[in-house]
């Protein structure tokens, strides 16, 4: 009787371990509070999430790691990923920094025993003509770090060639609306768990963010596609 007491103690701890998620950017992540949205996600799928962020304006992936305080966070906690952003970073000096800055995230992230991640963006409305550079360069540093890509440009390139859909822009032509936001955290939710089938989700769940049920269930399908 003890050792079976014992066995669903166990059991139970393990089924409610929490994957913490450590974003690493600037107000591209931070905007609608972005990683906030990645836990309620999982809430409402059964996993429990847990992210922390250290995001700061204009910051690009070397800022991070000049400043030190990223290096103090991950001597005291755990994490089991880290998700780097920066710019749209279309040109090659953008590419080089990717790439090259990348190879001192990935030291950073083996010494400590986590999970690298790229977080693809979007450019804004005024470079859209660099989408193509956009991912490609994402798509190289990912592989070349052999860290994981979560290709939320990707995804909102796709989304936004229907017109006829919530925008995903917020005033500005380049930050995330809510909408924008949403679609970045349920792209990143999607590769943290692909187990989950998105086409479960319940609409009425998310629609603080997304008020459009059509624009919802094309989310959804594009995710799916583009994730894998």
């Keep these: 009787m003890k050792k079976l007491f014992f066995l669903l103690i166990i059991i139970l701890h393990t089924s409610v371990k929490s994957q913490n998620v450590l974003f690493v950017g600037n107000s591209l992540t931070y905007a609608n509070n972005m990683p906030q949205i990645v836990e309620y996600i999982g809430k409402q799928n059964d996993v429990v999430i847990k992210t922390e962020s250290i995001c700061l304006p204009n910051y690009a992936i070397i800022d991070h790691i000049n400043d030190g305080n990223l290096q103090k966070l991950l001597n005291k906690k755990q994490f089991n990923y880290i998700l780097i952003q920066q710019g749209p970073s279309s040109q090659e000096e953008g590419r080089r920094m990717l790439v090259e800055d990348g190879v001192k995230m990935k030291a950073l992230a083996n010494k400590h025993q986590i999970q690298l991640g790229y977080f693809m963006v979007w450019p804004s409305l ?4 660099t989408f193509d550079k956009v991912i490609e360069n994402h798509e190289t540093a990912a592989k070349k770090n052999n860290a994981l890509l979560f290709p939320v440009g990707k995804v909102w390139k796709a989304y936004n060639a229907n017109k006829e859909l919530e925008n995903l822009y917020s005033f500005d032509n380049f930050h995330p609306s809510k909408t924008g936001s949403f679609l970045a955290a349920l792209t990143i939710f999607h590769k943290l768990h692909p187990e989950k089938n998105l086409k479960e989700l319940n609409f009425k769940d998310y629609s603080q963010w997304i008020s459009n049920q ?15």
Excluded: G, R, T, V
Aim: proline share 0%; glycine share 0%.
């Design 126 to 129: 005024k470079y859209y003509f």
């Design 214 to 228: 059509a624009s919802f269930q094309k989310m959804i399908q594009l995710i799916s596609e583009k994730s894998n």
